[in-house]
């Protein structure tokens, strides 16, 4: 969590914060996924986290892929700006967000595959092992990959 989100939330208490959020999909070159199992809710989904005040959507979902994964993504593409319903979330300790998700994939990259305290689990998967729990605020995008659908994607 940065500064941003602990100032407003001094300010807003637990109403809803519109945030921002980077996330990549890492495919390799067997056509895999890379999805983690977060530390924090025992779910899966793709590696990311939020835009921080000046920063890049580029640079924000370099920078959370290398902090979860210990990768280094190159040549993103735009996979897809996601939004609407699904965008609304309350957390445990009651903090509701709507958030506006950036969504990369990225065939290129390299560094060796080792998770932080955010990741329980990482591995890659084919589309037809996809594992239970998916994120329910991340299955919008993983399905729109599972599916083929051509990006860029705008919901």
Same mark, same amino acid.
């Given at each position: 969590? &940065?500064?941003?989100?602990?100032?407003?939330?001094?300010?807003?208490? %637990?109403?809803?914060?519109? @945030?921002?959020?980077?996330?990549?999909?890492?495919?390799?070159?067997?056509?895999?996924?890379?999805? +983690?199992?977060?530390?924090?809710?025992?779910?899966?989904?793709?590696?990311?986290?939020?835009?921080?005040?000046?920063?890049?959507?580029?640079?924000?979902?370099?920078?959370?892929?290398?902090?979860? @994964?210990?990768? @280094?993504? %190159?040549?993103?593409? $735009? !996979?897809?700006?996601?939004?609407?319903?699904?965008?609304?979330?309350?957390?445990? &300790?009651?903090?509701?967000?709507?958030?506006? +998700?950036?969504?990369?994939?990225?065939?290129?990259?390299?560094?060796? $595959?080792?998770? &932080?305290?955010?990741?329980?689990?990482?591995? !890659?998967?084919?589309?037809?092992?996809?594992?239970?729990?998916? &994120?329910?605020?991340?299955?919008?995008?993983?399905?729109?990959? $599972?599916?083929?659908?051509?990006?860029?994607?705008?919901?």
């Amino acid at each position: 969590m &940065n500064d941003y989100i602990k100032t407003m939330r001094a300010m807003i208490g %637990h109403e809803t914060l519109l @945030t921002v959020g980077c996330g990549a999909i890492i495919e390799d070159g067997s056509g895999r996924i890379l999805l +983690q199992k977060r530390s924090d809710y025992g779910v899966w989904g793709i590696p990311g986290g939020l835009l921080e005040i000046g920063e890049t959507f580029e640079a924000t979902v370099k920078r959370e892929v290398f902090e979860e @994964t210990g990768l @280094t993504i %190159h040549e993103l593409e $735009l !996979f897809g700006v996601y939004s609407g319903e699904k965008g609304y979330a309350q957390y445990e &300790n009651g903090d509701q967000v709507f958030s506006v +998700q950036i969504i990369f994939i990225s065939r290129k990259f390299d560094g060796v $595959l080792l998770g &932080n305290h955010e990741s329980r689990e990482l591995d !890659f998967f084919h589309k037809t092992t996809i594992p239970g729990h998916i &994120n329910s605020h991340q299955a919008p995008f993983i399905t729109d990959w $599972l599916e083929g659908k051509e990006p860029p994607i705008i919901k």
